[in-house]
């Protein structure tokens, strides 16, 4: 069906008719059915996948391990009290002059 906009519009639903006859009921039925049946007769025809193979053992060494630092106090004591910018000054990041 085109839209009034040119573009077509994919319609997959078929048309509603009353009263519904049982031909419609049972053609639906078979088709449904003969889908089923050919869905899993396609499915149990495919090829096997690879045998499973035997993976390494992975056994972790924590004599190597890098141990984390945790520190113990805040870097930062005091709590904000001025004013919170939403700008970035590169000013700021620079070493201050002597």
Request: charged share 25%; net charge positive.
């Given at each position: 069906?085109?839209?009034?906009?040119?573009?077509?519009?994919?319609?997959?639903?078929?048309?509603?008719?009353?009263?519904?006859?049982?031909?419609?009921?049972?053609?639906s039925a078979a088709g449904s059915f003969l889908?089923?049946?050919?869905?899993?007769?396609?499915?149990?025809?495919?090829?096997?996948?690879?045998?499973?193979?035997?993976?390494?053992l992975v056994v972790a060494d924590l004599r190597?391990?890098?141990?984390?630092?945790v520190p113990k106090e805040l870097t930062q004591?005091?709590?904000?009290?001025?004013?919170?910018?939403?700008?970035?000054?590169?000013?700021?990041?620079?070493?201050?002059?002597?």
């Open positions: 069906m085109a839209t009034p906009s040119g573009d077509l519009e994919l319609n997959l639903l078929r048309e509603w008719r009353e009263p519904l006859e049982p031909r419609r009921i049972a053609l889908f089923h049946v050919v869905a899993l007769v396609g499915m149990y025809s495919l090829p096997e996948n690879s045998p499973i193979r035997e993976t390494p190597r391990s890098i141990p984390l630092y004591r005091d709590m904000n009290r001025g004013k919170i910018t939403k700008t970035l000054d590169v000013r700021s990041s620079a070493p201050p002059s002597p």
